[in-house]
């Protein structure tokens, strides 16, 4: 049997999403604590798969894990694969077919969190964010891993608390550290320290290289993985998952220190 998985993590807690020797990592905890339970032997004879490596500091409220079992599983196993692991939460169950591979996904769905200040020209901001939608070539807005950076970003659509800015991005894939490379463009945009032309250019002539700087990781969640298929959710361990996000809000608003320590430049 094949089964799928949801769960959240607080990635502030982590040191990265991939599994690495000696090193507290999310992917790395899991295993270890499927093998603990017996649920699976090896991560390569069980064919155990993640949706997506989230960078260092990134947290997730909905990211997806698959694997072979050899006897029937029901949601009932969430709660005794939580009382195993510290810092993270399973709350979605679903038996898959065989071929079910979690990285071939509809839709995902991040949100970043961007604490802004009253002197930021928000009209500008959602005028350059427009320009991100659609299939574009990324290439001056990720991190290039050898993948092709054509890709597209089906909708952005961001809400504004008073200084705070949620920033939601949906699209079937992402590249390396996509997200964050547009949200530091914006930012600056925001800030009148780039023209909206400079992206312009970045997006219509990728060969040309442009750097806009990277926003930090910790404001930034990995939301929802979707699928052709509806979880089987424990509403009781759902629940929970929303003080993850308080979390990652707090964060962002009680920082005080200078907005450029946020940037890598």
């Known amino acids: 049997m094949r089964y799928a998985l949801k769960f959240a993590y607080d990635g502030i807690n982590f040191h990265g999403y991939a599994r690495q020797p000696n090193v507290y990592t999310i ?11 017996g649920l699976i032997n090896n991560p390569k004879i069980n064919r155990f798969r993640s949706a997506s490596r989230t960078d260092k500091g990134v947290s997730a409220l909905g990211n997806v894990i698959s694997f072979d079992c050899y006897y029937d599983l029901s949601k009932d196993i969430l709660k005794e694969i939580n009382e195993e692991l510290n810092d993270v939460w399973f709350y979605g169950f679903k ?8 990285r071939f996904a509809k839709l995902r769905h991040y949100r970043y969190y961007l604490k802004v200040d009253d002197d930021f020209d928000f009209d500008l901001f959602l005028k350059g964010a427009e320009l991100f939608t659609g299939e ?6 990720c991190k290039s891993d050898g993948r092709k950076t054509v890709r597209e970003i089906k909708n952005i659509i961001i809400d504004r608390f008073d200084n705070l800015l949620s920033i939601n991005f949906f699209a079937q894939t992402f590249i390396w550290q996509q997200v964050r490379r547009i949200v530091s463009a914006l930012e600056k945009l925001g800030y009148h320290e780039i ?11 990728p060969e040309e290289k442009r ?45 005080n220190s200078d907005r450029r320590r946020f940037f890598s430049q």
């Open 27 to 37: 992917e790395g905890s899991i295993i270890n604590t499927l093998e603990i339970l």
């Open 195 to 205: 023209e909206i032309d400079h992206i312009k250019k970045a997006l219509e002539k």
């Open 95 to 102: 038996e898959v077919d065989q071929k079910f591979y979690p």
């Open 211 to 255: 750097f806009f700087g990277i926003a930090k990781a910790e404001n930034l969640i990995l939301v929802d993985i979707r699928y052709d298929f509806d979880f089987e959710y424990d509403e009781n361990l759902k629940s929970k998952i929303g003080e993850i996000e308080d979390r990652v809000i707090e964060r962002a608003m009680t920082d």
């Open 136 to 141: 574009r070539d990324f290439r001056n807005f």
